[in-house]
């Protein structure tokens, strides 16, 4: 019986060993036989990967006639002679069962039983060997586009796989089609079925990236110490180098930002600061908190806070677009960072802007301050077209908070 070739149909396509189906193959037709005889233990099922086929054997001891006392294990002398002529009392009867001997209702159980089987192996192959490669980079196609997801289908494998739209970068638009390169987040079975959920927002998906880019990297060269991200708007990434003649920084954005370009775009142009990881804390603060130049850093250690002091022009450098830069380096750092203006050496006839909090409403100062004016006269030192756009605050809203502060400093 070509039973194997006859059910190559379950496993094709699927990665599933051939001692793993030949292992289903017996389990299956001992199922069968249980069912036919009550047990399986007076059978022996063989199966053949090399020719591909299957055989049942039922085996029992031979007895005089009437002296059969379990039909399972024994048979008699006369009903043996007629399977092998040269039975004799004593020795064991075999016998070779056919599929027919079952019943196509059997059968058609059996063969359903397999193919659950299979199902479910491929289903745990599945789940394995992605559970294996949580943080790789994968490569697929877009399948189909859903409106809370991507199905796109693993180049690598043909496998399904996830790509929610909470996990896209603002900006990423894909059609059906399109190639999209993302990382294995997260591996789970649901319902006895493997979901595999992708991320173009994590920071591994970054590193991947780097570690594509920069040769260094992959040879373990530079080591990426740790990445923080608000993705599509802004990263940074501290490296260290195990070589010191590499500079690591210099790798990392290569001749003219080459090697940093091509991940800028396929991150929708994520700005990305790389920054030369140092165990000195007061450096690497000040290093975090890149492009801004820094004054003086005043650390405390047990609550871990850091203030940073820096001149009037470069707080806004230092906080960034909506908090962005100051956001990251105290992820990146682990301290909670707050910036001053250094005055020294500068006017001191200025007013912090939190002490007006009973003429201006909280949330405005909150919006002056994202810009890097956390003093009156910082506020006034920019003309009031360029407070409403970098704020987006209504023009009276800025006149009338001019207004207040002129005041103020006039007093």
């Given at each position: 019986?070509?039973?194997?070739?006859?059910?190559?149909?379950?496993?094709?396509?699927?990665?599933?060993?051939?001692?793993?189906?030949?292992?289903?193959?017996?389990?299956?037709?001992?199922?069968?036989?249980?069912?036919k005889?009550?047990?399986?233990?007076?059978?022996?099922v063989?199966?053949n990967?090399?020719?591909?086929?299957?055989?049942?054997?039922?085996?029992?001891?031979?007895?005089?006639?009437?002296?059969?006392?379990?039909?399972?294990?024994?048979?008699?002398?006369?009903e043996?002679?007629?399977?092998?002529?040269?039975?004799?009392?004593?020795?064991?009867?075999?016998?070779?069962?056919?599929?027919?001997?079952?019943?196509r209702?059997?059968?058609?159980?059996?063969?359903?039983?397999?193919?659950?089987?299979?199902?479910?192996?491929?289903?745990?192959?599945?789940?394995?060997r992605?559970?294996?490669?949580?943080?790789n980079?994968?490569?697929?196609?877009?399948?189909?586009?859903?409106?809370?997801?991507?199905?796109?289908i693993d180049?690598?494998?043909?496998?399904?796989?996830?790509?929610?739209?909470?996990?896209?970068?603002?900006?990423?638009?894909?059609?059906?089609?399109?190639?999209?390169?993302?990382?294995?987040?997260?591996?789970?079975?649901?319902?006895?079925?493997?979901f595999?959920?992708?991320?173009?927002?994590?920071?591994?998906?970054?590193?991947?990236?780097?570690?594509?880019?920069?040769?260094?990297?992959?040879?373990?060269?530079?080591?990426?110490?740790?990445i923080?991200?608000?993705?599509?708007?802004?990263?940074?990434?501290?490296?260290?180098?195990?070589?010191?003649?590499?500079d690591?920084?210099?790798?990392?954005?290569?001749?003219?930002?080459?090697?940093?370009?091509?991940?800028?775009?396929?991150?929708?142009?994520?700005?990305?600061?790389?920054?030369?990881?140092?165990?000195?804390?007061?450096?690497?603060?000040?290093?975090?908190?890149?492009?801004?130049?820094?004054?003086?850093?005043?650390?405390?250690?047990?609550n871990?806070?850091?203030?940073?002091?820096?001149?009037?022009?470069?707080?806004?450098?230092?906080?960034?677009?909506?908090?962005?830069?100051?956001?990251?380096?105290?992820?990146?750092?682990?301290?909670?960072?707050?910036?001053?203006?250094?005055?020294?050496?500068?006017?001191?006839?200025?007013?912090?802007?939190?002490?007006?909090?009973?003429?201006?409403?909280?949330?405005?100062i909150?919006?002056?301050?994202?810009?890097?004016?956390?003093?009156?006269?910082?506020?006034?030192?920019l003309?009031?077209?360029?407070?409403?756009?970098?704020?987006?605050?209504?023009?009276?809203?800025?006149?009338?908070?001019?207004?207040?502060?002129?005041?103020?400093?006039?007093?």
């Amino acid at each position: 019986m070509k039973l194997v070739d006859s059910f190559a149909e379950f496993k094709a396509g699927k990665n599933i060993d051939r001692p793993t189906m030949m292992r289903v193959l017996e389990d299956v037709f001992r199922s069968l036989i249980k069912k036919k005889y009550g047990s399986d233990d007076n059978f022996d099922v063989i199966v053949n990967p090399q020719k591909g086929d299957l055989e049942i054997w039922r085996v029992r001891t031979i007895v005089p006639d009437g002296e059969v006392t379990d039909d399972l294990k024994e048979i008699a002398i006369s009903e043996a002679m007629v399977i092998d002529e040269d039975s004799e009392i004593g020795s064991e009867c075999y016998e070779q069962l056919d599929m027919e001997d079952f019943g196509r209702r059997a059968i058609m159980a059996a063969r359903q039983t397999l193919v659950s089987r299979v199902m479910e192996l491929e289903k745990d192959d599945v789940y394995k060997r992605y559970a294996e490669r949580e943080g790789n980079l994968v490569i697929g196609e877009v399948n189909q586009v859903l409106k809370k997801e991507l199905l796109i289908i693993d180049d690598a494998t043909n496998n399904e796989l996830l790509l929610p739209r909470t996990e896209m970068i603002k900006g990423d638009h894909f059609r059906k089609g399109d190639i999209v390169r993302s990382v294995i987040k997260k591996v789970e079975m649901k319902n006895n079925t493997p979901f595999i959920t992708l991320s173009r927002t994590d920071p591994s998906f970054l590193q991947r990236l780097m570690e594509q880019e920069v040769p260094e990297i992959e040879d373990g060269l530079i080591a990426i110490k740790k990445i923080v991200r608000m993705p599509g708007e802004r990263a940074k990434v501290a490296v260290e180098s195990y070589d010191d003649r590499i500079d690591p920084v210099g790798a990392c954005v290569g001749m003219k930002g080459s090697r940093i370009h091509g991940i800028v775009r396929e991150l929708r142009n994520e700005n990305i600061d790389i920054v030369n990881f140092t165990n000195n804390l007061n450096l690497y603060i000040q290093r975090s908190l890149t492009p801004a130049k820094i004054n003086n850093i005043e650390i405390d250690e047990k609550n871990k806070k850091a203030s940073v002091y820096l001149n009037a022009d470069q707080l806004s450098l230092a906080i960034g677009r909506g908090g962005a830069n100051i956001k990251l380096a105290t992820k990146l750092t682990g301290y909670e960072i707050d910036v001053y203006r250094d005055q020294v050496g500068e006017e001191v006839d200025d007013v912090d802007l939190d002490e007006f909090k009973d003429e201006i409403e909280e949330w405005i100062i909150d919006a002056l301050k994202n810009i890097g004016c956390d003093t009156a006269r910082s506020v006034l030192n920019l003309s009031s077209e360029e407070l409403i756009r970098r704020t987006d605050l209504e023009e009276e809203t800025i006149l009338e908070v001019i207004d207040i502060l002129t005041k103020e400093l006039e007093d």
